[in-house]
Structures are given as structure tokens and as C-alpha cells.
């Protein structure tokens, strides 16, 4: 079927739950140098300001402000923080067999099946993914997990880091060349789960503003299973960051309804 649209993916909190996996690291982390230890709140406030997708810088900027806010420790070189942080997340070497594996990463409830993107295809939508995780984890999930055959993906330090929209527009090129169609005359859409998803979108469109871009976002789960006035509040930050639709599961998301959101015949 020719390429019809492109939908790009976000990978933490759209295809797995990270909630006791890259979140959990980032507490573990910030507790280990400070004896604090944020909770998910506290998580998903610093995430709304839309600038610390890097989860390594997450941790840094909640250890800068504990430490202004109540002191008496020192600030890890950033190199020795991410040391930490990838041995409570991979408990081994993430160049390593993941079989050697034994941290948090090993519990990710995986939030889609592979059958979403054979659908997908079937629907003359053209896939990838724009993940800032590391590109070995990023890589377990898709191709161990999921099975996708050489999954079209931009990982960390493949690009900028996101709301930078450099990455996405890169991949939606390639993919568009890929399907034989200028890009122009498709309809993207990306969707993830932060407010520095959706500004990814926002700052593409200004930077394109003759590609047809569209903000999709997800309650990431952890938010999704709280209390109703919180998972409110957060997609209500979502739209307000410019989100053009917010679900609260990824399962509301098929190619139907995407390409009927996409405005496509």
C-alpha cells in the first residue's frame, strides 16, 4: 500500500511503563547522593517544565535543587552520577548481552504488542521511533521484546536532545524518502507522554511550518492509575504545552483513528 502518513513514536510511557524502571533509577539515584528520595510527584513536576527529558539530567537538576533547598552534601561529578544511574537501571553493562542484565530495567510492562505496527503498516502508515533512552535500551525493547525487524530509530546522542526538533524532522525524511513521498505531502503525528514531546511538535512547526505536524500525547501509566484530579491536571498540561489530543491509554490509538485525525482520505 503507498504511504499514506507517518506516525513517530515515543518509546518511555508509550510502549513501556518506565514507572519502576527510569523513574525508579532516577529516585534511587537522587536518594543515593542525597538521602532524599523524590516521589512521583515531584518527578512529574520537573518533567512538566518541558526541559529534562534526559532522565541522567533529571536527576542532576533534583539533586541541585535539594541540595539548595536543604544542603549538607556535595554534587556527584555528572560522569559518576550516570554511572550510578545506569547500575540501578541496568545492573550491568548496557554494551553487555542483556541476558547479564539484572536492574530496573528488567521490569517494563510492555504497554503495545507487535501486532500494533504490522497494523500500522497494513494502514499505509510508516513508523519510527524518537526515544531519549539509551540507544541499548531503546534497542531491548523494540527489537528483543517487540521483535520489530531493524525499527527505524533516533536514540540518545543520535540528536539533540528533545524539545529540539531535530531529531524528529530527521527521521520523518528519512521515512518519507523511504516511502517514495515528499514529506510535505504527508501528515505526521508524534505522540509521547511529556511536556517536551508535544514542544517537540510546537518547535518542528515553526521551524516547517509547511509540514502538517500534530502533537499526539499519552498519560504516561503511573499518572493514568492515579487519582482522577492528578491525571487531569497532567493532560491538562499537556494540552496546554500544545497537544493536540491527550489519551489516557495507547490503546486508544489505532490507525483508524489516526488517520481520521490526520485528516486523511
Same mark, same amino acid.
Given at each position: 500500500?503507498?504511504?499514506?502518513?507517518?506516525?513517530?513514536?515515543?518509546?518511555?510511557?508509550?510502549?513501556?511503563?518506565?514507572?519502576?524502571?527510569?523513574?525508579?533509577?532516577?529516585?534511587?539515584?537522587?536518594?543515593?547522593?542525597?538521602?532524599?528520595?523524590?516521589?512521583?510527584?515531584?518527578?512529574?513536576?520537573?518533567?512538566?517544565?518541558?526541559?529534562?527529558?534526559?532522565?541522567?539530567?533529571?536527576?542532576?537538576?533534583?539533586?541541585?535543587?535539594?541540595?539548595?533547598?536543604?544542603?549538607?552534601?556535595?554534587?556527584?561529578?555528572?560522569?559518576?552520577?550516570?554511572?550510578?544511574?545506569?547500575?540501578?537501571?541496568?545492573?550491568?553493562?548496557?554494551?553487555?548481552?542483556?541476558?547479564?542484565?539484572?536492574?530496573?530495567?528488567?521490569?517494563?510492562?510492555?504497554?503495545?504488542?507487535?501486532?500494533?505496527?504490522?497494523? @500500522?503498516? *497494513?494502514?499505509?502508515?510508516?513508523?519510527?521511533? !524518537?526515544?531519549? =533512552? &539509551? +540507544?541499548?535500551? $531503546?534497542?531491548?525493547?523494540?527489537?528483543?521484546?517487540?521483535?520489530?525487524?531493524?525499527?527505524?530509530?533516533?536514540?540518545?546522542?543520535?540528536?539533540?536532545?528533545?524539545?529540539?526538533?531535530?531529531?524528529?524532522?530527521?527521521?520523518?525524511?528519512?521515512?518519507?524518502?523511504?516511502?517514495?513521498?515528499?514529506?510535505?505531502?504527508?501528515?505526521?503525528?508524534?505522540?509521547?507522554?511529556?511536556?517536551?514531546?508535544?514542544?517537540?511538535?510546537?518547535?518542528?512547526?515553526?521551524?516547517?511550518?509547511?509540514?502538517? @505536524?500534530? *502533537?499526539?500525547?499519552?498519560?504516561?501509566?503511573? !499518572?493514568?492509575? =492515579? &487519582? +482522577?484530579?492528578? $491525571?487531569?491536571?497532567?493532560?491538562?498540561?499537556?494540552?496546554?504545552?500544545?497537544?493536540?489530543?491527550?489519551?489516557?491509554?495507547?490503546?486508544?490509538?489505532?490507525?483508524?483513528?489516526?488517520?481520521?485525525?490526520?485528516?486523511?482520505?
Amino acid at each position: 500500500m503507498a504511504l499514506r502518513a507517518l506516525l513517530l513514536l515515543d518509546i518511555d510511557g508509550v510502549l513501556r511503563d518506565v514507572a519502576g524502571s527510569y523513574r525508579r533509577a532516577i529516585a534511587d539515584t537522587v536518594e543515593h547522593y542525597s538521602g532524599w528520595r523524590p516521589d512521583a510527584r515531584a518527578i512529574d513536576a520537573l518533567k512538566a517544565e518541558g526541559l529534562w527529558n534526559n532522565d541522567w539530567q533529571a536527576a542532576e537538576e533534583l539533586l541541585h535543587r535539594r541540595r539548595k533547598a536543604a544542603g549538607g552534601f556535595a554534587l556527584p561529578p555528572f560522569a559518576a552520577l550516570v554511572e550510578v544511574f545506569s547500575g540501578f537501571y541496568f545492573g550491568g553493562d548496557p554494551a553487555a548481552d542483556p541476558l547479564t542484565w539484572h536492574g530496573h530495567i528488567r521490569d517494563e510492562p510492555l504497554l503495545v504488542t507487535t501486532d500494533f505496527f504490522h497494523q @500500522l503498516s *497494513a494502514a499505509g502508515i510508516g513508523w519510527g521511533f !524518537v526515544s531519549g =533512552a &539509551e +540507544p541499548s535500551s $531503546a534497542r531491548f525493547v523494540l527489537e528483543r521484546r517487540l521483535e520489530l525487524v531493524l525499527p527505524p530509530l533516533l536514540a540518545m546522542g543520535d540528536a539533540p536532545d528533545k524539545p529540539d526538533p531535530t531529531g524528529f524532522l530527521q527521521l520523518a525524511e528519512q521515512l518519507a524518502q523511504a516511502g517514495d513521498r515528499p514529506l510535505t505531502r504527508l501528515p505526521v503525528a508524534y505522540i509521547g507522554d511529556t511536556v517536551a514531546d508535544v514542544m517537540t511538535v510546537v518547535r518542528a512547526r515553526q521551524v516547517r511550518p509547511e509540514l502538517s @505536524l500534530k *502533537a499526539l500525547a499519552v498519560l504516561p501509566p503511573h !499518572v493514568a492509575r =492515579a &487519582e +482522577p484530579a492528578i $491525571a487531569a491536571a497532567y493532560g491538562r498540561r499537556l494540552r496546554d504545552a500544545g497537544g493536540d489530543r491527550v489519551l489516557t491509554r495507547i490503546d486508544q490509538l489505532t490507525p483508524s483513528t489516526l488517520l481520521d485525525w490526520l485528516g486523511c482520505p
